[in-house]
């Protein structure tokens, strides 16, 4: 039989209540209509968990999935995925991380694992090319991330990669997070809490078999163009003196700038002070040039504080994302202290958004006298450091208001001053926002309302217009379109963009590569992955800019429709009033507010949803070959809409 | 002095741990993409991020002495290589390497020859880690 390249060609199936496992063969026909990752995922996920589950049941599904550029030497292409229910959502849960482990189980002979049950007590899954190993490990039930990893690969050997939970996963808390080789981590949607209820404490990878190319002689020509771009492309001098040098913590700057960086609570888009959590500011600290597996791009460090309080912190990062949650958002301006965070939430497998939020949020409550003093034992207030290192143990261990928070902000807002606090509760399906804001950038309002994830930057964020680039701009949306694409400040172009961009990660997350190349900087689009899909897997269609196009489409409905048949559907898709009723008080984006609902509607309609149910209309599920989905839909929704025949 | 002898040579602080060099190298002996099979091999602890352990071949000859039907030779530039037709499979040279860096693929031994001239692995290390 043919075999596709860049596959292993066999998908692991391990059951926790059982202790059985058992792989079976990659159907070439999902391959190429799903491509692998987030996609193949979305598809074993339809099928395989039943509506309703409870996402902390033993029938929620754990998948970590790789695509078929993993393990291939693809432009940054070490990461892979962990697809799931959300605890914290009971929407599509999904997160990816870098490191290197997910090369490992494509080097262990499957391209996704699947994982359902739950088991009797703590365990670690050990997979390597020939067995799957349940190990006991109660010693470990309580241990953090870091030690964790060091008994794993102690007792298994330096050559396996560790995915693992801490105390928060243990403790469910609703959006503790993964930690994986360390230091990165699948932080959003409560993935750890789905390890900690099925008791898998850990995933322990390593794998001697190759990944075998269809066209090798073609494929090393793309790889050559990789290494084009990123030593003497357009984008390779941007790329080094931004992400090569800073990492992500080079946003703080660029984005208070523009009026964008989150700022107590996401109040406001610009500090003062952000000189302080810069890039440049925690240069000071790095101890370490680090990357993930197989990246071009290289924005990892790991940072180490000598001095002062905090003395001993070493801790991968921090990330942007976290730079802005425990800095900008609580107005601490100590970079030493979100170092301190960062390593602190790691320990613990905490997500980092998250956590900033639900603590902003509670600051936010205590400042307009929603709480009183005495339901905590230390003070909520802007900027107080010791408070939130009290805030994040009480969160992990759901101790005192601390079990209130780890349900995150949606459910906490419900309890904390009676339901008045919810207009600042800030999330879009029960998770927490990221650090962005959509009055300074519109297409981020849309990009948020939108994420089958909820309030997510990851699945459709845009720069094209976040920072002007009219050249790509023209190129992937025409001459006449250029002028309202770049303009982040008004909402027309930006349904068009935001949609593109969904397409477009989809096939990212499906393949898989990171979002920097493909985000930032735009060195990746289509044409590229096109151009290396097809040497890589054969599959001939691959090849086509339009068919991957189709299947960014299928990819983005599967997901929604996922969330439709749990009930999540456009009523969900609304922002907090904070960015729709609030004008930015100060900074370059001042007096602006997003006006969601006119991107909605053209979002809707480029989509080819009805506008007035948020359903799929038929033809457009069956254009794209989700026909599967109708008959589950119908009987949900009653019958879906169709186009009217004249329009 | 003798003939300077080329070979690759690492600066273990610039190393960030891609491992793009081991996927290249693998990929430009075996096509295949393995760091199992790569003819360079590092061990990068991303715990610290540093590079911990690494093995090279350095071009050093062991091979050539232990090599029974002397498949094994050095070139003019100074590069130690397998003439695969003269090779028995015996896997001698293997074990007489001191860094442990000839890898048997399919029952034959391969070892670094620095890609002819141009070796892969320095090129496709964007940091300047590795160099002739």
């Keep these: ?647 | 002095m003798g003939l300077q002898i080329r070979s690759l040579k690492v600066d273990p602080n610039l190393c960030t741990g891609c491992y793009m060099c081991t996927l290249i190298c693998s990929f430009s002996k075996f096509k295949v993409f393995n760091p199992r099979l790569s003819l360079l091999r590092i061990d990068y602890n991303y715990k610290i991020g540093r590079l911990e352990g690494y093995a090279l071949c350095n071009q050093c000859g062991n091979c050539i002495s232990v090599c029974p039907t002397k498949a094994i030779y050095m070139d003019f530039s100074g590069i130690v290589r397998i003439e695969h037709s003269k090779c028995i499979k015996c896997l001698s040279c293997v074990s007489a390497c001191p860094n442990n860096v000839i890898v048997v693929y399919n029952g034959i031994p391969y070892k670094c020859d620095l890609c002819d001239g141009d070796p892969q692995c320095v090129k496709f290390c964007l940091v300047g880690a590795l160099h002739v």
């Excluded at chain 1, 791009?297 to 802005?324: D, H, L």
């Design chain 1, 1 to 647: 039989m043919f075999k596709l390249g860049g596959y292993a060609g066999k998908i692991l199936y391990v059951d926790l209540s059982k202790k059985k496992w058992w792989s079976e063969e990659l159907k070439q026909s999902l391959a190429k209509s799903f491509i692998g990752g987030t996609g193949l995922s979305a598809y074993l996920l339809w099928h395989l968990l039943g509506r309703g589950v409870d996402p902390l049941s033993p029938e929620n599904l754990l998948i970590i999935a790789t695509g078929p550029a993993t393990g291939a030497l693809s432009p940054s292409s070490g990461r892979f995925a962990v697809v799931s229910k959300s605890p914290l959502t009971y929407a599509w849960a999904e997160s990816h991380a870098g490191g290197a482990l997910g090369p490992q189980i494509k080097y262990a002979g499957y391209d996704l694992v699947v994982i359902r049950g739950c088991a009797e007590k703590p365990t670690v899954l050990a997979i390597d090319d020939t067995s799957v190993e349940f190990i006991k490990a109660e010693d470990l039930w309580g241990l953090d991330t870091e030690a964790t990893t060091d008994e794993v690969r102690a007792k298994l050997g330096k050559d396996y990669h560790v995915m693992c939970i801490g105390p928060a996963g243990e403790n469910l808390i609703k959006f503790a997070s993964i930690i994986v080789d360390y230091h990165r981590a699948l932080g959003r949607t409560g993935l750890g809490a789905v390890m900690g209820f099925k008791k898998l404490k850990a995933v322990a990878v390593r794998g001697s078999k190759g990944v075998e190319v269809h066209d090798p002689d073609k494929y090393k020509e793309v790889l050559e163009d990789f290494l084009w771009r990123n030593t003497k492309g357009p984008w390779a001098l941007p790329a080094k003196m931004s992400l090569w040098r800073y990492g992500t913590p080079n946003l703080v700057t660029v984005l208070n700038a523009i009026g964008r960086l989150p700022t107590k609570n996401h109040w406001t888009g610009y500090w003062e002070e952000a000189d302080k959590i810069s890039g440049e500011a925690l240069l000071r600290y790095r101890a370490a040039k680090t990357s993930c597996f197989s990246c071009a791009i290289m924005c990892k460090q790991v940072t180490k504080v000598e001095n002062g309080r905090y003395a001993g912190t070493v801790t991968g990062g921090p990330e942007y994302e976290t730079v802005f949650a425990f800095g900008s958002n609580l107005l601490i301006s100590n970079v030493e202290a979100v170092i301190y965070f960062n390593k602190l939430c790691n320990q613990l497998g905490l997500d980092t958004i998250s956590t900033g939020k639900v603590i902003s949020f509670l600051f936010e409550c205590y400042e307009k006298s929603f709480i009183s003093r005495d339901i905590v034992d230390f003070e909520p207030t802007w900027g107080n450091e010791e408070a939130v290192a009290k805030i994040i143990e009480a969160i992990a261990f759901r101790k005192g208001i601390g079990d209130i928070l780890a349900e995150g902000v949606a459910k906490a807002c419900k309890t904390i001053g009676d339901g008045k606090c919810c207009d600042f509760a800030l999330h879009v399906k029960g998770l927490e926002v990221s650090g962005q804001d959509p009055r300074a950038q519109k297409s981020v309002g849309l990009t948020w309302a939108i994420s089958v994830r909820g309030a997510d930057h990851l699945r459709s964020l845009t720069t094209v217009d976040e920072l002007g680039y009219r050249d790509v701009a023209a190129e992937r949306f025409g001459v006449d379109k250029v002028e309202c694409v770049c303009d982040r400040l008004t909402e027309e172009c930006k349904a068009l963009i935001v949609k593109d961009q969904e397409d477009f990660f989809a096939v990212v997350d499906s393949v898989i590569m990171c979002k920097y190349g493909t985000m930032w900087p735009p060195m990746y689009y289509f044409d590229f992955v096109a151009k290396l899909l097809k040497p890589l897997t054969g599959i001939e269609e691959f090849g086509n800019v339009k068919y991957l196009r189709l299947v960014g489409e299928r990819i983005a409905n599967l997901k929604r429709c996922f969330n439709l048949r749990e009930g999540i559907g456009m009523e969900s898709e609304k922002l907090p009033k904070r960015f729709t009723e609030e004008p930015m008080p100060t900074g370059p984006a001042k007096g602006y507010v997003c006006n969601l609902e006119d991107m909605l509607i053209e979002y809707y309609a480029l989509r080819g949803w009805d506008y007035r149910t948020g359903l799929p209309y038929v033809e457009t599920l069956n254009h794209l070959d989700l026909g599967f989905v109708i008959p589950v839909l119908e009987d949900i929704y009653g019958s879906l809409p169709r186009r009217s025949k004249n329009g």
